[in-house]
């Protein structure tokens, strides 16, 4: 895993941060009662921001509408094609192993992740998806992107419901 230097998403004042969004994101989602995870895709050579979306699977009643599964599928069809491969997502959790395996399927460039998950994580944890001989393609990983922000609003989720 490479460690983030700098401000990613484009130079300084001319784009918004992607993380910042994704982190707005997740905010709504835990006044909606989910489980707080924004996901963005931006177009990795541009740095256009192409879709966000926080997790729904309470609203939809989709045990897979998570959010990095519904920001994929949105840029899919916004891109007209099932193959991202100019695209970046930035994510405020570890994907866990159904996302990470949708990450590689569509061919994502790089992964932007916040909080890392040793419980339910695919990426640095658990299964590793990505550093398995079974995976057709691996994205650029770099973690640990507003790591104390993007855990601090999971922690605080989880606290008020207990």
């Not at 192409?50 to 949105?74: F, G, K, S, W």
């Amino acid at each position: 895993m490479t460690r983030p230097r700098g401000r990613a998403g484009g130079r300084a004042g001319t784009r918004p941060d992607p993380m910042a969004l994704a982190l707005a994101l997740a905010r709504r989602a835990a006044v909606r009662g989910e489980v707080p995870v924004g996901a963005v895709v931006v177009d990795g050579r541009t740095g256009e921001v192409l879709v966000r979306r926080h997790n729904r699977t309470r609203l939809d009643t989709d045990p897979t509408a998570h959010a990095e599964i519904l920001a994929i599928r949105a840029a899919a069809k916004k891109a007209g094609a099932a193959r991202l491969a100019h695209c970046d997502l930035y994510v405020t959790l570890e994907p866990c192993p159904m996302c990470a395996q949708a990450i590689s399927f569509a061919r994502l460039r790089r992964l932007y992740f916040g909080a890392s998950d040793p419980k339910g994580g695919g990426v640095e944890h658990g299964p590793r998806i990505f550093s398995q001989k079974t995976c057709f393609h691996a994205p650029e990983v770099i973690g640990g992107l507003r790591e104390r922000e993007c855990g601090e609003l999971l922690k605080e989720f989880f606290r008020e419901r207990r």
